[in-house]
């Protein structure tokens, strides 16, 4: 039987990586995609890297018409929901915006799940559900959710809140909410990778636009934070691990009848902003034209994964290194400067 999964957001950055390991996996993904925030030469890459171009759904999440047509025409084996705006500031600009799209969109596939009894999903969250971790800041799944700092935040929030409610009146319905750190990195082919609208919001392609020099300075955000040199922390994680991670959390569900798994999905390891510059530049030889500025507003403190509920329940875990990571990055970028 094929085994069709509905990726919506197929085309982006992670979806697109996903798309890849689905593949490999025996897996048949449907992209759907809208391209608002997707690059159409995703599509030639992915060719490039599968040998074929997989199937795409043009088309908008939050179209429920549209939606159910795709439901109608394939027999889906689960869906992987990514489409969703994921700005943070923004969604501080333009919150309705945020709420609009982010939640319609996950009430449109979940109906659709209902009505043609499909049952697994797996849905993409995100660690700004803990908010300001108080205390540890190794976050387990168990930690209660905390007050998300944006717009953004909060339709993530309030995405976990509706499919936890959905679940209780749809027994039958699988549902693994993965929440993840920092995704970095590209494909090793780098035939895909992420496509930064305007200038970057986050710290791996404003390194590396700032490296290649696309952007003069890196700011780095405050230096008066309580870790270990004054810098935020975060746990990044290769964007090729967080693909696989989606695809044993299909399989996980496919045993499953009536779970759901909220699951972290990150390396376990804290790194600070300027660590992860330093890596950069003893990794690529490249010096980085950065200075400290004001903090961001927004922004916690530290914050890392627990993964060893990922390791238990999944049988995943990351593999791949943050100078993996970085040598992916930049050797993306160099290829992107190199095709302009
Ligand atoms: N940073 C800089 N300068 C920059 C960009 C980022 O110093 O130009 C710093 C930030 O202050 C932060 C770290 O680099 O300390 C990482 O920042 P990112 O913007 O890359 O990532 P965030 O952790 O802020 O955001 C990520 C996701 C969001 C999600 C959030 C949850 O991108 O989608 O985690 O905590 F909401």
């Known amino acids: 039987m094929s085994k ?3 990726v919506t957001g197929g085309a982006g950055y992670i979806g697109s990586h996903t798309v890849v390991s ?27 890297i599968l040998g074929f171009e997989p199937i795409l759904l043009e088309g908008d ?14 027999e ?3 869906v992987i929901h990514f489409a969703a705006y994921k700005a943070v500031g923004e969604s501080v600009k333009e919150p309705l915006k945020y709420y609009k799209n982010n939640l319609l969109g996950l009430i449109n596939i979940l109906n659709n799940m209902i009505e043609f009894r499909i049952k697994n999903l797996v849905f993409s969250s ?8 108080k205390g540890i800041k190794e976050m387990i799944e168990e930690t209660p959710k905390n007050s998300p700092n944006s717009p953004y935040g909060w339709t993530k929030w309030m ?3 509706i499919i936890e409610d959905v679940i209780k009146a749809n027994p039958s319905l699988n549902i693994a909410v993965l929440r993840y750190f920092n995704p970095v990195g590209a494909h090793k082919s780098v035939f895909i990778g992420e ?6 919001n986050n710290l791996m392609p404003y390194i590396t636009q700032t490296a290649i020099g696309k952007q003069e300075k890196l700011i780095v955000f405050g230096n008066d934070y309580p870790t270990i040199d004054g810098t935020c922390v975060r746990d990044y994680i290769h964007v090729i691990d967080l693909a696989e991670a989606h695809v044993k959390a299909i399989s996980f569900l496919e045993s499953k009848s009536g779970v759901l798994e909220a699951i972290n999905i990150g390396t376990g390891k804290g790194l600070s902003v300027l660590e992860i510059i330093n890596a950069f530049t003893i990794e690529t030889g490249v010096q980085i034209n950065w200075e400290f500025g004001p903090k961001r507003k927004g922004d916690v403190t530290e914050i890392f994964a627990n993964a060893n509920k990922a390791k238990t329940i999944l049988g995943w875990e990351a593999k791949l290194s943050i100078n993996d990571a970085i ?5 993306w970028e160099k290829k992107l400067a190199a095709t302009k």
């Open 4 to 6: 069709y999964v509905l």
């Open 22 to 48: 689905l593949s490999e996996n025996g897996y048949i993904p449907l992209i759907l995609d809208n391209f608002e925030n997707a690059n159409r030469s995703v599509l030639n890459g992915l060719h490039k």
């Open 61 to 74: 999440v939050c179209d429920n018409d549209f939606l159910k047509s795709i439901f109608l025409s394939y």
């Open 76 to 78: 889906i084996h689960g």
């Open 126 to 133: 995100s660690c700004t559900v803990y908010g300001e971790p």
């Open 159 to 161: 995405s976990e809140q």
């Open 195 to 200: 496509f930064p609208i305007g200038k970057p």
């Open 327 to 331: 040598n992916d990055a930049w050797n």
